[in-house]
């Protein structure tokens, strides 16, 4: 009797070992798919476990008390989220009672967690050694518990943007940006340079460096961006021709209401396809045409005001110069936990974007037998893109915190455009007082147009030959 009464415990234990031993634990979760909680916040996450063969579990009469499974999370990154305690223990007699409990956690870095649960530890089971495997399909979304400054920083920035545009728009003389497309070299070689090798470069970049869908797309978007203002007068202090290079800007300004739309509607979705999240083309067109309409309302009253167009030129540089402060000061203070997470491939991300655009639009240029002066500007006009549209319009297509995370290459650019550019005018001043290896010549002198674009000029109707030169004299007056 007693060998019957044996063998029916190691049947019953055994059916019950078995049982849990092929996959017979699940976990479920009262969040699922994305969560998106705010920052520096405890929030609880609520799990459940549960055994798939629970009546053969749960009823066959032993004691249940002191068996134990642990469940422990796992963040794909450890940094990312802080929880009170990683390990989840049930009794079985919990899971068969499907008896809830919580994890306690909190954010601090903006930003998307993928959590992994795992089983730990399981006494049912005599043969458990490694962990299994339980389920890794929620997501933790650490958002902005305030969206102010972040609401401020874009609404103001829109603003100064917008106005800068028509002011730089009031800017464009007509019969000059004609003499310059007459011989469209120069601006074609600079369109392609710009719209074609950069948005290419920049998402062979974004593969090579960033596993983040949201770093690549920023990445991406900047590589499709104009070219800014801040091309113009560093054109200006390389002695490139600057007519050139207020041409280019205009036309590329005009035409990335085009070129940004359809570069990120063949590339840019395909990034965040695995981010599950997707971009809004129409914001997007939306943003881009608030952007670049105010070129021709600046051109307009450059032909109905012209002394509106003057007085808006004294405060051209100055503008331009305090609209890329505002966005590096302002923007470092918004963005400052996700700037805390740049990474040395950030870094290198931005070096390589401004060498690629200065080789590249250097050696088109080059390619087509432009000048030395229209060799400066076609290479600093397709390195040095407005980084500004750029991240106005990831603020304004995505919500946050998808926007910061995308920001990030943009703001590390942005870090890496300003140094080195006044470094290498710091040597090419010094080479050129001291060493005489660069032409020693006065900046204004430097700059006017080429001769027999000058003396054609003076034969367009109403024209003179002030009026030729006089956005580079406007730019290289230091009273203006």
């Not at 998808?402 to 290498?424: E, K, R, W």
Request: glycine fraction near 6%.
């Amino acid at each position: 009797m007693q060998c019957w009464l044996l063998l029916l415990w190691w049947w019953c234990a055994h059916l019950v070992t078995g049982a849990v031993a092929k996959g017979g634990v699940y976990l479920e979760t009262f969040q699922s798919g994305v969560w998106k909680v705010p920052e520096d916040t405890l929030h609880n996450l609520t799990l459940s476990l549960g055994f798939n063969a629970t009546e053969v579990i749960c009823d066959h009469g032993s004691d249940l008390k002191e068996a134990q499974l642990v469940v422990t999370v796992v963040p794909d990154k450890e940094w990312k989220l802080d929880f009170v305690d990683t390990n989840v223990n049930f009794t079985a007699e919990e899971v068969c009672e499907e008896v809830n409990k919580s994890l306690t956690f909190s954010g601090y870095y903006w930003g998307v967690t993928r959590l992994t649960f795992l089983l730990t530890h399981n006494d049912l089971d005599p043969y458990f050694t490694n962990s299994t495997l339980l389920r890794d399909d929620l997501m933790i979304t650490v958002d902005r518990k305030s969206l102010t400054l972040d609401r401020f920083m874009i609404s103001c920035g829109s603003v100064l943007i917008l106005f800068n545009n028509i002011n730089m728009g009031a800017q464009l003389n007509p019969q000059i940006i004609w003499s310059v497309l007459r011989r469209p070299v120069g601006p074609v070689c600079g369109f392609i340079s710009q719209f074609a090798v950069m948005p290419a470069a920049t998402y062979v970049m974004g593969s090579l460096l960033f596993t983040d869908s949201l770093q690549r797309l920023g990445l991406f978007t900047l590589g499709c961006s104009p070219g800014g203002t801040s091309s113009n007068f560093w054109t200006l202090m390389f002695d490139g021709d600057i007519n050139l290079s207020i041409t280019m800007t205009a036309i590329s300004t005009v035409a990335a209401m085009g070129m940004m739309p359809l570069w990120l509607s063949a590339l840019g979705g395909k990034m965040l396809e695995d981010a599950k999240i997707k971009i809004p083309y129409m914001n997007l067109v939306i943003s881009l045409i608030s952007l670049t309409v105010p070129i021709t309302i600046g051109i307009i009253i450059r032909l109905k005001k012209p002394t509106w167009a003057d007085k808006g030129a004294k405060i051209l540089k100055p503008f331009s110069l305090c609209i890329l402060l505002f966005f590096f000061t302002v923007g470092s203070i918004n963005s400052y936990k996700i700037i805390l997470t740049m990474t040395w491939q950030m870094v290198v991300a931005g070096v390589m974007v401004m060498s690629c655009g200065y080789f590249f639009g250097a050696a088109f240029a080059k390619l087509v037998c432009l000048n030395k002066k229209q060799i400066i500007a076609v290479s600093i006009e397709t390195a040095l893109q407005n980084a500004g549209v750029a991240f106005v319009v990831v603020k304004l297509s995505l919500e946050t915190p998808y926007s910061d995370m995308a920001s990030v290459p943009i703001i590390a650019t942005l870090f890496m455009s300003g140094p080195p550019l006044i470094l290498a005018f710091l040597m090419y001043t010094l080479l050129r007082r001291c060493c005489g290896c660069c032409p020693n010549a006065h900046l204004p002198q430097a700059l006017p147009p080429a001769q027999e674009d000058t003396n054609e000029l003076k034969h367009l109707p109403g024209n003179t030959e002030g009026e030729a030169g006089e956005v580079s004299t406007f730019l290289s007056d230091p009273r203006k």
